[in-house]
């Protein structure tokens, strides 16, 4: 199923310093999505991207705040559509994939279609960026569920109530980790297609730095851990106080059902101290799992407020 007249398709693309690449980004979602608006962020560039981008033929805005995530948060905010494309602005994605992406979540009635980066260059998919990728996903798919092999991939395609439900959070780079979050933790219909990826062009230089923005993505996963899992997540706090406590206290006891005597009296309150510890750290995942319950509602009700993708085309 084409998209119709009716179904506005917007193509999003943040960009920085990509004066290189942007506008070749533009003219090829332009001749893949002829109908849909494309919208170039740029988020502080130091060349000529905007000029680029609006020569191009882009609707071009400015992001003030740093990193992609608030880039992100922005052009959900603003702009208004039914389904939209999701690309990095630096001409690695296959815009011709694009078409594909978007009837297959209009067909299925989707609410995010991933593009899983496929690529035989070493330069546009580094195995150090493989490693990391492929480690960070399998972490997430065993706390919140398997369904994605690429969750970083920066070539999306998501449906309005998707994007009006998020709750934007992330600065950077791990943002492509929340967007992933939301959908699992809200049992959303999703799928991931095969996408072709190549390298950069010359010129082009990659914003991305692996240990960094990697270690921000691992703590993204720790955070929404944190706040979409408490229960689990303090359990572990609390396995762990439990565990040192009984180690500690076995000698004691031993020496206790011994003698009549308890000779290590700091070891005995270590031992208090801990069990105390992982009590409270039940006791927190408790009450936060109950508080999680109720903003994870709030969160579905938004969700439910927006239509599935072409249903109001279905109605008339």
């Known amino acids: 199923m ?7 398709v917007a193509v999003l693309i943040p960009c920085y310093n990509e004066a290189v690449a942007i506008a070749a980004v533009v003219r090829d979602f332009a001749a893949a999505l002829p109908d849909a608006g494309i919208y170039v962020y740029d988020n502080n560039s130091c060349d000529d991207t905007m000029a680029v981008a609006k020569a191009a033929g882009a609707i071009v805005r400015r992001q003030d705040l740093q990193g992609k995530g608030h880039v992100v948060r922005r052009m959900f905010a603003d ?3 039914d389904v ?10 296959h815009a011709a994939d694009a078409p594909a992406m978007v009837d297959r979540l209009l067909d299925e009635k989707l609410d995010m279609v991933v593009g899983s980066r496929v690529s035989d260059e070493l330069e546009a998919y580094r195995r150090g960026h493989r490693f990391g990728n492929w480690l960070l996903t399998e972490l997430t798919s065993r706390i919140f569920g398997r369904t994605f092999t690429d969750m970083l991939s920066g070539y999306r395609v998501f449906s309005r109530r998707f ?7 992330a600065a950077g780079f791990e943002v492509e980790t929340e967007l992933t979050v939301h959908a699992l933790e809200q049992h959303m219909p999703v799928a991931e297609v095969p996408t072709r990826y190549i390298a950069r062009m010359d010129g082009s230089v990659s914003k991305l730095s692996t240990w960094t923005d990697g270690w921000r993505i691992l703590m993204t996963i720790l955070k929404l851990t944190k706040n979409g899992k408490p229960l689990a997540f303090f359990s572990v706090g609390a396995v762990i106080s439990s565990v040192l406590s009984l ?4 000698p004691l006891m031993t020496t206790y059902a011994e003698t009549g005597l308890v000779p290590r009296f700091p070891t005995a ?7 105390l510890l992982a009590a409270i750290f039940l006791v927190c995942g408790l009450t936060l799992d109950t508080v999680t319950l109720g903003r994870r509602e709030a969160r579905h009700l938004a969700y439910l407020a927006c ?3 072409g249903e109001d085309e279905a109605r008339d």
Not at 2 to 8: E, G, L
Not at 163 to 169: E, I, N, Q, T
């Open 79 to 81: 702009v208004d559509a």
């Open 84 to 93: 939209y494309v999701l690309v990095d602005g630096d001409a690695t994605y």
């Open 2 to 8: 084409k998209p119709s007249r009716t179904t506005r």
């Open 269 to 275: 309150i270590l031992c208090a101290a801990l069990m």
């Open 163 to 169: 994007v009006k439900s998020y709750p934007a959070h």
């Open 247 to 250: 180690i500690l206290a076995i």
């Open 307 to 309: 239509t599935s993708p």
